[in-house]
């Protein structure tokens, strides 16, 4: 149906030639790129059928600029106890070795496997009807942010690790920020050819989204940098067949929403709520409120305040959080993921915006078109103000527990209603109200 666009009816949400509001829900993890040792190639087929389960439509692709080790966040089963990442985005053509062992980088050649993947991917997500943010630098790749594990000797910009004589780190302070500050034309115009080169390989794709960069590094001046990068995409995809939306995540650490909510990016990720107003399309993200953590309450409540999508972000092999278990609130918050897309795609979500109190008791509403979304967060009844409405209206209810759907409760317009909790629900509950 086209490649996702802001709709011009209601800019909370993407929409694409259908004209309806398209939800983003989903689930990320940090291989679902680039195979990971000890754990060895990410079994993606294996991914894509948990997201199809769970009701996901939306997927966020991973990358890491260097060869090992990722990060310092520590912990058995997280990615820093990792030896090595491939498939790399350059060629490792040397001579000589670089910091990892391996052969140096030759920054003018594109390894054929790290694109042919990428686009292979979004081609397998798309074919279940799931979009793909493809993740274009990361932040956790160019410093160690206080962790334990610094992946700055291994990056490709290192000028001990490639052969093109390309310093990413001219103060010597032992850090790349330099690669995410516009202060190096070089590097510029690597980080602008490899764009293009990406572009190249998935502009023909509807379900594709571009993210600047995971986390940027906001302590080194990023953000004229992230907005050269949105510039560089929206200018070259401008003389393409198809232009795809751009996603800009917040700084870390010192993040400032204010800054996504005025750049040119069509959609945002936060690190806490800003007002949804139609400003930007907002896609919450656990990573940037939480790090590890999130809830079904935090979704629905998200959900109900106009976000254009949610997604949760999490290990896979549940070595490092554990989540198997029947009933845990991270699995409970993945099912809920799918639940409220199945919500948003059953009700008119583009002619729908946030109420908060005006409609329903609870605070948590949607509302538009005769039609309303509630969310209820504790146990029991609540109001609905149905009296400039008229007829007779149908109930949907969804239990946060465990998916159960309850329509046994039909109202009418005309006055104040009560919804009434189902029997044997001790849980929150939400709502959709439509004739």
Same mark, same amino acid.
């Given at each position: !149906?086209? *490649?996702?666009?802001?709709?011009?009816?209601?800019?909370?949400?993407?929409?694409?030639?259908?004209?309806?509001?398209?939800? #983003?829900?989903?689930? %990320?993890?940090?291989?679902?790129?680039?195979?990971?040792?000890?754990?060895?190639?990410?079994?993606?087929? /294996?991914?894509?059928?948990?997201?199809?389960?769970?009701?996901?439509?939306?997927?966020?692709?991973?990358?890491?600029?260097?060869?090992?080790?990722?990060?310092? #966040?520590?912990?058995?089963?997280?990615?820093?106890?990792?030896?090595?990442?491939?498939?790399?985005?350059?060629?490792?053509?040397?001579?000589?070795?670089?910091? =990892? $062992?391996?052969?140096?980088?030759?920054?003018?050649?594109?390894?054929?496997?790290?694109?042919?993947?990428?686009?292979?991917? +979004?081609?397998?997500? $798309?074919?279940?009807?799931?979009?793909?943010?493809?993740?274009?630098?990361?932040?956790?790749?160019?410093?160690?942010?206080?962790?334990?594990?610094?992946?700055?000797?291994?990056?490709?910009?290192?000028?001990?690790?490639?052969?093109?004589?390309?310093? $990413?780190?001219?103060?010597?302070?032992?850090?790349?920020?330099?690669?995410?500050?516009?202060?190096?034309?070089? @590097?510029?115009?690597?980080? /602008?050819?490899?764009?293009? %080169?990406?572009?190249?390989?998935?502009?023909?794709?509807?379900?594709?989204?571009?993210?600047? +960069?995971?986390?940027?590094?906001?302590?080194?001046?990023?953000?004229?940098?992230?907005? %050269?990068?949105?510039?560089?995409?929206?200018?070259?995809?401008?003389?393409?067949?198809?232009? %795809?939306?751009?996603?800009?995540?917040?700084?870390?650490?010192?993040? =400032?929403?204010?800054?996504?909510?005025?750049?040119?990016?069509?959609?945002?990720?936060?690190?806490?709520?800003?007002? !949804?107003?139609?400003?930007?399309?907002?896609?919450?993200?656990?990573?940037?409120?939480?790090? @590890?953590?999130?809830?079904? =309450?935090?979704?629905?409540?998200?959900?109900?305040?106009?976000?254009?999508? @949610?997604?949760? !972000?999490?290990?896979?092999?549940?070595?490092?959080?554990? +989540?198997?278990?029947?009933?845990?609130?991270?699995?409970?918050?993945?099912?809920?993921?799918?639940?409220?897309?199945? !919500?948003?795609?059953?009700?008119?979500?583009?002619?729908?915006? *946030?109420?908060?109190?005006?409609?329903?008791?609870?605070?948590?509403?949607?509302?538009? $078109?005769?039609?309303?979304?509630?969310?209820?967060?504790?146990?029991?009844?609540?109001?609905?103000?149905?009296?400039?409405?008229?007829?007779?209206?149908?109930?949907?209810?969804?239990?946060?527990?465990?998916? =159960?759907?309850?329509?046994?409760?039909?109202?009418?317009?005309?006055?104040?209603?009560? @919804?009434?909790?189902?029997?044997?629900?001790?849980?929150?509950?939400?709502?959709?109200?439509?004739?």
């Amino acid at each position: !149906m086209g *490649p996702l666009r802001v709709s011009g009816v209601n800019a909370r949400y993407f929409t694409d030639d259908s004209g309806e509001a398209i939800l #983003l829900t989903g689930s %990320h993890t940090w291989e679902n790129r680039q195979d990971q040792s000890p754990n060895g190639a990410f079994v993606w087929d /294996d991914y894509l059928d948990d997201l199809a389960i769970w009701g996901h439509n939306f997927i966020k692709l991973w990358i890491w600029e260097q060869p090992k080790p990722p990060n310092g #966040l520590g912990g058995a089963g997280i990615v820093n106890t990792t030896d090595w990442l491939t498939p790399e985005i350059w060629l490792r053509t040397g001579p000589g070795n670089a910091s =990892d $062992g391996g052969l140096k980088f030759d920054l003018t050649q594109y390894n054929s496997d790290f694109f042919d993947r990428t686009r292979q991917r +979004c081609i397998d997500a $798309g074919n279940r009807g799931m979009y793909v943010s493809i993740m274009l630098f990361d932040g956790w790749s160019v410093a160690d942010k206080g962790g334990s594990t610094d992946p700055w000797p291994y990056h490709p910009f290192k000028i001990s690790n490639n052969i093109n004589s390309i310093d $990413g780190d001219p103060n010597t302070d032992g850090d790349g920020y330099e690669t995410q500050n516009h202060s190096i034309q070089a @590097i510029l115009d690597l980080q /602008d050819a490899y764009v293009e %080169h990406l572009i190249d390989a998935i502009n023909d794709l509807d379900n594709v989204m571009y993210e600047i +960069c995971n986390e940027p590094v906001g302590n080194a001046g990023s953000n004229a940098w992230v907005a %050269h990068v949105i510039d560089k995409i929206q200018t070259y995809e401008a003389g393409k067949a198809k232009q %795809h939306p751009v996603w800009y995540t917040v700084e870390w650490p010192t993040g =400032d929403n204010s800054i996504l909510l005025a750049s040119a990016a069509e959609a945002i990720s936060p690190n806490a709520d800003v007002t !949804m107003d139609g400003t930007k399309v907002v896609i919450p993200d656990t990573d940037h409120y939480f790090g @590890i953590g999130g809830s079904a =309450d935090w979704a629905w409540k998200l959900f109900a305040g106009g976000a254009g999508g @949610i997604c949760y !972000m999490d290990s896979w092999d549940n070595n490092f959080l554990d +989540c198997s278990g029947s009933g845990h609130p991270i699995q409970n918050l993945r099912d809920n993921l799918g639940y409220i897309k199945a !919500m948003a795609d059953l009700a008119n979500l583009i002619s729908m915006v *946030p109420t908060g109190s005006t409609y329903s008791s609870t605070g948590y509403c949607l509302a538009g $078109g005769s039609q309303f979304i509630c969310y209820q967060p504790s146990n029991g009844n609540f109001t609905l103000d149905l009296s400039g409405e008229s007829g007779t209206f149908n109930i949907r209810k969804v239990r946060l527990s465990n998916g =159960d759907i309850d329509t046994a409760q039909t109202t009418t317009g005309g006055a104040s209603r009560t @919804i009434t909790q189902p029997s044997g629900w001790t849980t929150g509950w939400a709502c959709w109200v439509y004739k």
